[in-house]
């Protein structure tokens, strides 16, 4: 099983821009560390941020969510959001992808 995360929340307006710098720097730490198996990204749309992650070889978020970058993302998450994130967590079979480099598969192993 693959680990599959999906998150989505807006944030107060005068937390924007600290919330997409705490971002950015997670991708800073993953570019440094390349952690396999793991794809990720974040999308913003003014207020509204969405978080997709997927690790290709197991049904673990570790790989993201013990770097000291995310650690300092998701400290005070709560504070910067106007309500709690919307969390998917999902142990899933990835059939196929398109695009995430990390979980090229062609149908089941």
Same mark, same amino acid.
């Given at each position: 099983?693959? %680990?599959? *995360?999906? *998150? %989505?929340?807006?944030?107060?307006? /005068?937390?924007?821009? &600290?919330?997409?710098? $705490? ?12 952690? /396999? ?6 999308? +913003? =749309?003014?207020?509204?941020? *969405?978080?997709?992650?997927? =690790? #290709? !070889?197991? @049904? @673990? #978020? !570790? *790989?993201?969510?013990? $770097? ?5 993302? #998701?400290? @005070?998450?709560?504070? +910067?959001?106007?309500? &709690?994130? &919307?969390?998917?967590? $999902?142990?899933?079979?990835? $059939? /196929? ?7 090229? %598969?062609?149908?089941? #192993?």
């Amino acid at each position: 099983m693959q %680990r599959a *995360v999906f *998150v %989505r929340y807006a944030v107060k307006p /005068e937390c924007a821009a &600290e919330n997409e710098a $705490l971002a950015r720097a997670v991708f800073a730490e993953l570019r440094e560390t390349k952690p /396999e198996n793991a794809a990720y990204a974040v999308f +913003r =749309n003014g207020l509204e941020f *969405v978080h997709i992650f997927v =690790n #290709s !070889a197991a @049904d @673990d #978020s !570790a *790989v993201i969510t013990e $770097l000291p970058s995310f650690k300092a993302y #998701s400290k @005070d998450i709560a504070a +910067r959001c106007e309500k &709690e994130p &919307e969390v998917a967590r $999902l142990s899933v079979e990835l $059939l /196929e992808s398109y695009g995430l480099a990390t979980t090229q %598969r062609s149908g089941r #192993s």
